[in-house]
């Protein structure tokens, strides 16, 4: 069984930065693929960034140039770092582990307000 837990989300100004983690237990992290996805208020849920096992990268249209998604496979962990944020960035942010089976993290607050 694999348990993800994200950390990092809070409450910050337009323009600020927050850097998003989630841990993962078990031993197959290193070969899954990793994403993050949000979910907005009346919203679906949608994917932020995802990487793979060898470390490809893809991001929503949206993000790109102001997010970066990494993975440290020593530490069975993934992180968003966001940049620039704006307030259509406000959402909860979920972290999802895939190798044929998927798991997804409790989800994690970001607010971007003045």
């Known amino acids: 069984q694999v348990q993800l837990v994200e950390s990092g989300g809070g409450l910050v100004q337009p323009g600020g930065s927050l850097r998003l983690s989630c841990a993962a237990s078990g031993r197959i992290f290193s070969i899954a693929t990793m994403g993050w996805y949000r979910q907005a208020p009346g919203k679906q849920r949608e994917l932020v960034a995802a990487i793979t096992s060898g470390g490809s990268t893809n991001y929503a249209d949206s993000v790109k140039g102001r997010f970066t998604i990494s993975r440290d496979n020593a530490k069975n962990t993934v992180y968003l770092q966001m940049n620039s944020l704006k307030p259509e960035d406000t959402a909860v942010y979920y972290c999802?582990?895939?190798?044929?089976?998927?798991?997804w993290g409790q989800g994690t607050q970001v607010t971007v307000s003045s």
């Open positions: 999802k582990l895939h190798v044929l089976i998927v798991y």
